[in-house]
Nanobody
Framework: VQLQASGGGLVQAGGSLRLSCVAS?????????LAWFRQAPGNERDFVAA????????YYAASVKGRFTASIDNAKMTMYLQMNGLKPEDTAVYYC???????????????????WGPGTQVTVSS
């Protein structure tokens, strides 16, 4: 499956952005755990959020819980990440990823996801 993320940009602290990730293949999209990761310069690629079972289950990193919301539109084969209350430390390149199946506890390491899209830059100014 191919993934394409978009929606990044420059926003002031406290602002909001919504990222989108479109999948190319319906069968894989419907049967996969989808995730958002982010990578700031000099840092590892960190887990942000995951969506499983066609949006019925979600999981968030502690650093974004309560501010970010991940969701799915199955008809559009699109995953979203609504980011509210953005902070300068949220600045990073954001990636969407997928792995087939639903495994719990959620897989939080980037090397556990075989499918990736190109990233989209999110910059939060103070």
């Amino acid at each position: 499956v191919q993934l394409q993320a978009s929606g990044g940009g420059l926003v002031q602290a406290g602002g909001s952005l919504r990222l989108s990730c479109v999948a190319s293949e319906e069968r894989t999209f419907m049967s996969s755990t989808l995730a958002w990761f982010r990578q700031a310069p000099g840092n590892e690629r960190d887990f942000v959020a995951a969506v499983a079972e066609n949006g019925r289950r979600t999981y968030y990193a502690a650093s974004v819980k309560g501010r970010f919301t991940a969701s799915i539109d199955n008809a559009k084969m699109t995953m979203y990440l609504q980011m509210n209350g953005l902070k300068p430390e949220d600045t990073a390149v954001y990636y969407c990823a997928a792995r087939e199946g639903f495994a719990y506890p959620y897989r939080l390491q980037s090397n556990q996801y075989p499918y990736w899209g190109p990233g989209t830059q999110v910059t939060v100014s103070s």
